[in-house]
């Protein structure tokens, strides 16, 4: 049983399925959520876009003049598994906790998918889970054990939604 989010998903640019893709963007996320053992209510505020909207973010917020496959940005100092049980950081107006943002480049999700030989449907799972695990304290700058245990984190919940590298 999912702990009731809001998960806001909008777009800048006009997107194909635009209705079925935010439906699979909340239920990964709250796959995720309660995969991490969440059991507060939270916040996580999406956004479709394309290299061009996500190079001029990525700028912005990070001074790098490139396109990439996804952003997100925390509002939470989490470590990686601390699960959030308790409403301490919620939001006294709402009751949310709100996690923060994650910004999904379509036109990249696109070009991985044929790039690793699987579908779009698995490459936007990928990329939300990746995301949200980042929202929640994961991270992977290098090739040490929090990379590891990130992408085994990854791969248990992309087992969980029934998401394999073969679809």
Known sequence: MWTTHRITVDSDVPIAGQKTKAALVRKVIHTVLDSEEVTVPCEVN?????DIGIQEINKEQ???????????FPMLGLRPGEALREKTWADPGTGLTVLGDMVLNLDRMKQQATEYGHSEHRE????VVHSALHLLGYDHLDEGPDKALMRKREEAILNTLGTTRED
């Open 46 to 50: 999406v956004l479709f876009t394309d």
């Open 62 to 72: 990070r001074q790098i003049d490139a396109p990439t496959d996804v952003l997100s």
């Open 124 to 127: 936007l799972c990928y990329l």
